[in-house]
């Protein structure tokens, strides 16, 4: 009430100045379509009910034709805002927000765009049928065609704080709630799954789990009931269905895995499709615990009891790596020194070689002619 009396003081002292300007008309005739009260109605039946409410906008047939007491309501198209009675709803579309009563703060761009909202509020829609099926939820944002279109399709109001980017992303959603899809189809399927995020086209498509981040095309594509795992790679992660707490990076990391819990896997095997692996942090590190080895499928462990490699045997080979290690330290630093001398004596040589040739020349100089002696 206090935003609707700031605004007719604002609209008035408007009035008042376009009092003092020319009387000339930019427009003549002057536009059909204004009534008092800012209100601006076009189309047939537009803003037909229309009793206190202000700074209404119609246009289109039906458009805010229930409209009575609410304001700040605009609405373009076709049986826009057709049964509102809400406050600050825009719709622009044919029948977006179309039974829209109570709801307030919506916006809807699109054909059937929030077309079945009731008392929903803070919605925004943009695309064909986006939030088609939102009836009491609130704060969701679907952009794209049929994005989050079953939002809240049984009316319980608990699918709220959802967003949508990008064509039916969300689209079978009726009780997630506080989920983020980007690409198409992403979190497509999901129906009741809460607080997921997903990025890509058909990421986490099927999902009905809670707390999963999926990023990359089909990434933890088909999830079932699997909750609180993180996918990071192209097509990674489909054969989690209920797995939890995994984690899963690189391009279909974990797909050539049955169903899991509690795993982290980096690159997908076998090893052999990789040549080497680098971590930072680890080399020159001193730490107290159990020696890890690595078997043969890439897995890193602890020596298992009974093995033929024994606690005792793997710190002794590992001191024999350490051994030869400084070994090798040591010999390289030695040839590097044999290195240098080698050069120094080089270049001694090719001083001497040098001063021996000045010399050479420096005696044939001073050499006497040789004389010839007659035989009588």
């Given at each position: 009430m206090n935003s609707l009396i700031r605004l007719k003081t604002l609209a008035s002292c408007v009035l008042l100045s376009l009092a003092f300007l020319p009387r000339a008309q930019a427009v003549s005739p002057q536009p059909d379509g204004c009534y008092p009260d800012f209100t601006t109605a076009e189309g047939c039946f537009a803003l037909f009910s229309l009793t206190t409410g202000a700074a209404n906008a119609g246009l289109?047939?039906?458009?805010?034709?229930?409209?009575?007491t609410g304001s700040a309501n605009t609405g373009v198209g076709a049986a826009t805002l057709l049964f509102n009675n809400g406050d600050r709803n825009t719709a622009v579309g044919g029948a977006a927000l179309f039974t829209n009563?109570?709801?307030?703060?919506?916006?809807?761009?699109?054909t059937a765009a929030l077309l079945n909202n009731v008392d929903g509020f803070s919605n925004n829609a943009v695309g064909d049928s986006a939030l088609f099926a939102n009836i009491t939820s609130a704060a969701n944002t679907a952009v794209g065609d049929l994005a989050l279109q079953d939002n809240d399709a049984n009316g319980h109001g608990k699918s709220n704080f959802n967003c949508a980017f990008g064509a039916q992303a969300l689209q079978d959603n009726i009780d997630g709630d506080s989920?983020?899809?980007?690409?198409?189809?992403?979190l497509g399927g999901n129906q009741n799954g809460l607080f997921n995020q997903a990025m890509g086209a058909e990421a986490l498509s099927n999902n009905d789990g809670a707390s999963n981040?999926?990023?990359?095309?089909?990434?933890?594509?088909?999830?079932?009931?699997?909750s609180f795992n993180t996918v990071v790679g192209d097509e990674a992660g489909q054969n989690i269905t209920d797995g939890t707490d995994n984690i899963y990076i690189g391009a279909t990391a974990g797909n050539s895995s049955a169903n899991e819990s509690g795993t982290i896997r980096i690159g997908d095997p076998p090893a052999a499709t990789f040549n080497a692996c680098f971590i930072a942090g680890i080399t020159g590190v001193t730490v107290i615990g159990d020696p890890v080895v690595v078997n043969g499928d890439g897995q890193l462990g602890v020596v298992a009891a009974g093995s033929p490699l024994s606690l005792k045997e793997a710190l002794k080979q590992r001191q024999v790596v350490q051994q030869l290690k400084a070994t090798t330290e040591k010999q390289a630093a030695r040839i590097a020194l044999q290195e240098n001398?080698?050069?120094t004596l080089t270049v001694a040589l090719k001083q001497q070689a040098e001063q021996i040739q000045k010399v050479s020349a420096q005696l044939e100089m001073i050499r006497p002619t040789p004389r010839v002696v007659e035989n009588r």
């Open positions: 289109g047939w039906a458009s805010l034709f229930s409209t009575s009563q109570t709801g307030d703060f919506n916006s809807a761009c699109g989920n983020n899809a980007i690409g198409y189809l992403a981040i999926a990023i990359g095309d089909s990434a933890m594509l088909n999830n079932g009931l699997g001398q080698i050069q």
